[in-house]
């Protein structure tokens, strides 16, 4: 696997550390291979899914990351894209390419989560209220 335990608890944490501070959603899934010539693609058809489509405020935001093919894609659902900027996710987009260009994918997903964590604290601030809709694990189930 691509990471190994102690790597997953630290993404795994990381999530956590993020959703303290938002009501978003945040969820990882990992693959070897991506089926799609454009992982943004794929990362719609994961987003679906693992249901990612359906919290409350439709504020969940997926990390896909296909580690054999060296693609990623980072999407977030359509309650984040009405009131953010159209470049919202380039620093984060940024950010990720850094580290996995080093081959470096837990830094990668950690930097990458927490600064998605802060990015929507701004728009999706946490509620007293708040309760956690998306397990915070990383999925690695096989998709079709």
């Known amino acids: 696997m691509l990471l190994s335990e102690i790597e997953k608890e630290k993404v795994i944490t990381a999530i956590k550390q993020a959703e303290l501070n938002t009501s978003g959603e945040i969820k990882v899934h990992i693959e070897e291979r991506c089926p799609e ?3 943004f693609e794929r990362a719609k058809q994961v987003f679906q899914y693992l249901s990612l489509d359906t919290t409350a405020q439709r504020n969940a935001v997926l ?3 296909a580690h054999g ?3 990623f894609a980072v999407l ?3 309650g984040i894209d009405k009131v953010v900027p159209p470049n919202f996710w380039e620093s984060t ?3 990720l390419r850094l580290y996995f260009a080093q081959n470096d994918f837990s830094g990668g997903l950690q930097m990458g989560i927490k600064e998605a964590g802060f990015q929507l604290k701004k728009y999706f601030p946490y509620q007293s209220n708040d309760i956690n809709e998306i397990s915070d694990d990383i999925s690695t189930e096989q998709i079709p």
């Open 37 to 39: 010539a454009d992982p």
């Open 69 to 71: 093919d060296r693609k």
């Open 63 to 65: 990390f896909y990351l």
């Open 93 to 95: 987009r940024d950010t």
């Open 76 to 78: 977030g659902d359509v």
